[in-house]
């Protein structure tokens, strides 16, 4: 069954289920997948740390730092999962807007976002499809933790 992911969401499930999520432009979707139990998250996050926020209470699947650690938290806390078994892998990230410069680069700021939580939480990066000037699709079967990644640019690739 489909699980669709929208923006600013998270979602941890098992097999059988396939979480998807559309339309990632400079919002990164962060994949975990622990093998062992096929227990698999998506974070699709918009912005890379959760110390912008004005708001007091918002959707911790909008931010890379609060995304992350509330998937590892319940797949190892809540599901059971092993810590050590968790993988990533990471699509988006975008530079949608090339006028604008690198210094509003906001792709390239949650792509970096995710890479420096996930190390910090010694969580290996399996695989990566980032940057570039398009948008993706992403699909994430639990049954394997294969992540498909569709565009107009490269069709779709495997991950």
């Known amino acids: 069954m489909k699980k669709i992911v929208k923006i600013s969401e ?6 059988p289920q396939i979480l998807i999520t559309r339309a990632l432009g400079s919002c990164v979707a962060v994949c975990l997948y622990e093998r062992h139990k096929k227990i698999g ?7 890379p740390n959760s110390s912008i926020s004005r708001e007091k209470k918002f959707s911790p699947g909008k931010f890379a730092d609060t995304g ?5 938290e319940e797949i190892v806390n809540r599901r ?18 090339s006028t604008l410069g ?3 680069n906001i792709g390239d700021k949650n792509v970096k976002a995710a890479e420096k939580i996930l190390k910090e939480l010694r969580i290996s990066i399996l695989a990566r499809d980032v940057g ?3 948008g993706r699709n ?19 690739v495997k991950l």
């Open 10 to 15: 998270l979602r941890i499930d098992c097999d």
């Open 41 to 47: 998250g998506l974070c699709h996050f918009i912005l």
């Open 68 to 72: 992350i650690k509330m998937m590892v």
């Open 80 to 97: 059971g999962g092993r810590k050590s078994l968790i993988e990533a892998k990471i699509v988006g990230g975008a530079k949608m807007f």
């Open 102 to 104: 690198d210094s509003l």
């Open 132 to 134: 570039e000037d398009f």
């Open 138 to 156: 992403v699909s994430m079967y639990l049954d394997s933790g294969t992540v498909e990644v569709t565009s107009f640019r490269k069709g779709t």
